[in-house]
């Protein structure tokens, strides 16, 4: 039982993404959003070119998106056949549970 637990736990922190991956993704997409802000803001101050985009504008999404997708890539999503079940972990509760009454 304890091998079980101890392997549970392992897998989880090895194949887990972490709070810092998710809070990198969301400022990775806070920065795409400002940047089209910023992009539509710029559009709206040119007189007479509502409908143009350059290509330095198109360029600059690009590689925020193909920024943001690596990030996403280089996330550690772990595998659901590799974390612990309902059953292992009702299994741990009552293994505590048993300990703490022989305490």
Do not use: Y
């Amino acid at each position: 039982m304890k091998t079980t637990i101890e392997d549970s736990a392992v897998r989880a922190e090895v194949n887990a993404a972490s709070k810092e991956d998710f809070t990198m993704v969301e400022l990775l997409l806070k920065e795409i959003s400002s940047g089209v802000d910023e992009l539509q803001s710029k559009m709206k101050r040119m007189p007479g070119h509502e409908d143009s985009v350059s290509k330095a504008d198109i360029h600059a999404i690009e590689a925020l998106c193909l920024d943001t997708k690596t990030q996403i890539d280089e996330l550690v999503i772990p595998h659901p056949d590799l974390l612990p079940t309902k059953d292992d972990i009702l299994g741990i509760k009552e293994s505590l549970a048993a300990m703490q009454e022989q305490i």
